[in-house]
Structures are given as C-alpha cells and as structure tokens.
C-alpha cells in the first residue's frame, strides 16, 4: 500500500466567505487540499490552477490553466503547493 506524505499546510488565516485557490496538482496540493477540507470544509477551495490546465479536475474541483480569465474577489487567497527549494 503507497503511504501519503503530509506536507502541513501554511500558517494562513482563513475566514469565513474566503476562497483558496491552489495552485499545483500534486502531492502536495492534495495534502492541502485535504488539511483545509477537514478544518473548513471542501466548499473554501475553489480550484486548482496548472500551467495548462490539466487535468481537467482534481480532487473533484476544477482545474483551470493560467490562461484562463479567473473571477477572483477580494476574499480569494491563493496558496502555492511547491517545495521551498532554499
């Protein structure tokens, strides 16, 4: 059986009426996705964002390319699934 890393999610404050936009689709925006899921639930997250696009969903959200034009509020945060490379 493949073991799930756990990659702990970012000191961030999260509100109510807030929207987290992840960018990335890997093991580490699955960790995320699922941290946040489980302390404010999965309708915070409102996407995935890849260069491309692809895949189409992820973890049951959409994932929308960089090129796409993105309605975004001044609630949205974005949060970015990479490994600090320092």
């Known amino acids: 059986m493949h073991r799930r890393e756990f990659f702990a999610l970012p000191d961030m404050q999260i509100n109510p009426g807030d929207r987290i936009w992840i960018f990335g689709t890997n093991e580490i925006a699955r960790s995320y996705f699922e941290q946040i899921c489980t302390r404010y639930g999965e309708h915070v997250v409102n996407g995935f964002i890849e260069t491309l696009g692809q895949p189409a969903k992820y973890m ?27």
Not at 61 to 76: M, P
Not at 81 to 86: D, F, G, K, S
């Open 60 to 86: 049951g959200k959409k994932v929308f390319s960089l090129s796409e034009k993105l309605e975004i509020g001044e609630r949205d945060k974005f949060l970015v699934a990479a490994l600090n490379l320092r």
